[in-house]
């Protein structure tokens, strides 16, 4: 268990570092910033927003995209990154925008409530799967919000008193119910989501080999899966996976790679 | 979107389990929409529609049956515990939370669960 810790608080460090140039002809001017991977975009608004203020003539929703495709709000940071950038360049060089908001496909997160209620559904849901909700509803409302604010704060040790409960398992079960997860296709940001038992029906463990044939079509066969911008050795235990690699929504977030 | 029954659905479900590559056949789902507390209920309960729609698509079609206000809030809810975010599919949350080709959303005018 306390590699495991480690594995956790690697996790949780992991930062991307990223360009933010506006998208203006008139000036050139840049912010930097180191990006959470376990965070989201609709947290970091406010530092660029607070940067590029003079810039702005009128007061309008601020969206970034990257290569001309908006980053949504409500996806972690580090899966963003794990799909859309291929050549893995750094910094990451993101747009600003101040207008033409893309409605179409990104929500608006206008504050902070909005996108702690998405992260708190995410939560729930992944409860849902993996405890049938039992463990998040014995959560007090304080403890939601330790939760949310060990995120938006980036508190290891706040979180994580609070998120060990949603990850444990007892003796008998041997694992979560099913595993909330979330396997992103190479098509833009769609993804999968499957019932996915820990167990065999013979109970040994599976690992992501076992997954990757679940989410395999005669068309397109998975090779590989990366997540937290690593690839996944194949022979990795699912609910190790689960416990270990899931982002702070208490889902994995598992891009899959193809031939 | 019809009301009509959807014929030999389970028949569509495995027909695209094997060829997933023609994106031309369309699968269908029953969705029923439930209304909580004291939003206003909807005569048609049962739609059959398309399971690559998301949720947003789901919300703008009960905001348009109800005639709501474009401002007027609307919640929808899974197995009466989460808000599954607007842009999911329906084939995931049917994957997940649905059977025998059927998925039930609640839907509501004000928060109704967490």
Redesign the interface.
């Known amino acids: 268990m306390a590699n495991d810790r480690e594995v956790l608080k690697v996790v949780w460090e992991g930062k991307i570092p990223a360009k933010f140039v506006i998208d203006s002809n008139d000036n050139d001017e840049v912010y930097y910033l180191n990006l959470p991977r376990i965070s989201y975009f609709a947290l970091c608004t406010d530092k660029v927003k607070k940067h590029f203020q003079r810039h702005i003539e009128k007061e309008d929703d601020i969206w970034f995209s990257y290569m001309d495709v908006p980053l949504?709000f409500?996806i972690p940071i580090g899966v963003i990154y794990d799909l859309l950038v291929s050549d893995n360049s750094l910094p990451w060089q993101i747009n600003v925008h101040f207008n033409k908001f893309p409605e179409d496909i990104l929500?608006k997160f206008p504050n902070k409530d909005v996108i702690e209620?998405?992260f708190?559904?995410?939560l729930?849901?992944a409860d849902?799967?993996k405890h049938k909700?039992q463990v998040i509803c014995q959560l007090q409302k304080k403890d939601h919000k330790q939760l949310f604010l060990g995120l938006q704060n980036d508190k290891f040790d706040q979180f994580w008193a609070v998120n060990r409960r949603l990850m444990e398992t007892t003796e008998q079960e041997n694992g979560f119910k099913?595993l909330p997860l979330r396997c992103y296709t190479d098509d833009g940001?769609?993804?999968?989501?499957?019932?996915i038992t820990p167990l065999t029906e013979k109970g040994q463990k599976k690992t992501l080999k076992d997954l990757l044939v679940e989410f395999s079509?005669?068309?397109?066969k998975p090779v590989g899966a990366k997540t937290h911008g690593i690839e996944v050795p194949l022979e990795t235990e699912l609910q190790w996976l689960s416990e270990t690699l899931s982002y702070p929504d208490n889902f994995l977030h598992l891009c899959l790679i193809y031939e | 979107m019809t009301d009509e029954n959807q014929e030999n659905s389970s028949l569509g479900v495995e027909r695209l389990s094997i060829q997933p590559e023609k994106p031309a056949e369309i699968v269908k789902i029953d969705i029923l929409l439930n209304a909580v507390g004291n939003s206003p209920i909807m005569k048609q309960r049962k739609w059959t529609v398309d399971w690559m729609k998301d949720i947003s698509w789901v919300s703008k079609f009960i905001h348009k049956y109800l005639k709501l206000d474009s401002e007027d809030k609307l919640f929808l809810y899974i197995n009466q515990t989460f808000a599954p975010s607007p842009d999911q599919i329906l084939k995931n949350l049917y994957e997940c939370y649905g059977s025998q080709n059927k998925l039930s959303l609640h839907y509501s005018i004000s928060p109704a669960w967490g």
């Open positions: 949504k409500h929500f209620s998405h708190l559904s995410c729930k849901e849902f799967l909700g099913n940001y769609s993804y999968l989501q499957k019932l079509t005669p068309a397109k």
